[in-house]
């Protein structure tokens, strides 16, 4: 069968698999596989307004995902994506609340806020991965767990992000987004999306051409691919490095700031408001296999499941069960290429094997 054939058979199998093993299990949990599949689309798409909400969804993980892959493609592991859209959202918190003048203005500088935040935060990995060569995998992950303590700290005090409203405040609950400070929003066919939809699918169409149309591109490409081979052609390893790891953590603190002002999230900060966006991001990369543009249908897809799990409680399955098929189709999708990487693999031994009497021959 021919490769290409043979990519597609795999992929359908593994995707019809994932499906049939999810449906198994909604009929265990006495459930109804068609009766949660229609909820989910309901959800989603078919519903009024739904795939309005989707599309919004998607923006955050869109904008996550890309700064996943530019870091993956130069060969780094970031992994800390939820504590830099941690950081990020609390920086455009502080600046949409206590910056005066008007709203676009506010809204930009939240922005560029959010974006600092998410690039400083990833920066201390770069920081010890350049100077110290300490593996950013761990180090990303570790200050994520950092970031959700400083969050309830600062949600704590009416100096940095806590409501300062005079009345009974909640505990762990930031101030209110002022309405102008919100980015506005786009009202096709009677549904309602964020203009953080055009912002992700710009920046996305941007940095695929960057990584696939420039010499920089190139360079992240060769770095990933083989850093010393990448430091004889003259690009400079440390320096790109750190840059490539601090301009992921751009992207996620971005998705913050979008969460924040948009209508994915809600408008003011609280514990748990990242809602793990910063891991499902993660997970449209990987999926996507860094390919920004396969990010784009593949984000869609994994907000498709959050906005229809909303529909699930008429159905009498838990909410939760999205989570079990999110996971079963990630597994899917990366069989197929773990299946063809041990075929090559096997193929590669079977030719050096093949070699092996003549070499040793020539060599008497």
Known sequence: MHKGGRTVLLYTASIAGALALSALLVAAT????????????????????????????????????VGAIVATRAGL??????????IGACLAAYVAVRLPGPGPIVLGAAMLAAAIGGGAWAGIAALLKVWRNVPEVLTTLLLTFIAFPLLTFGLRQTWLLGDRADR????????????????????????????????????????????????????????????RAAQRFGVPRGPLTAAVLVASGCFAGVAGAVLLTGGASGDRLSVGYSGNFGWDGLLVALVARNRVLVAIPTAFV????????????ATGVDRRMTDVVQALLVLALLLPPAIEHAGTFRTARRQVSALEPSLAGSSV
Do not use: C
């Not at 505990?171 to 102008?180: A, K, M, R, T, Y």
């Open 302 to 313: 994994f907000a498709a499941l959050r906005t229809g799990s909303s529909f699930l409680a």
């Open 30 to 65: 006495g459930g109804s596989a068609r009766a949660v599949w229609s909820a989910l689309l309901d959800g989603s798409i078919r519903s009024p307004g739904a795939w309005g909400l989707t599309l919004t969804t998607m923006a955050p993980l869109l904008i996550v995902a």
């Open 168 to 227: 009974t405040r909640h505990i762990n609950s930031g101030e209110q987004i002022p309405f102008d400070t919100r980015l506005p929003n786009l009202d096709p066919f009677g549904n309602r999306i964020d203009s953080a939809v055009v912002i992700a699918l710009a920046g996305a169409a941007v940095v695929a051409y960057l990584v696939a149309k420039t010499r920089l591109g190139a360079r992240i490409d060769v770095l990933g691919l083989n850093p």
């Open 77 to 86: 592991i970031n992994i800390g994506q939820e504590g830099q859209l941690l």
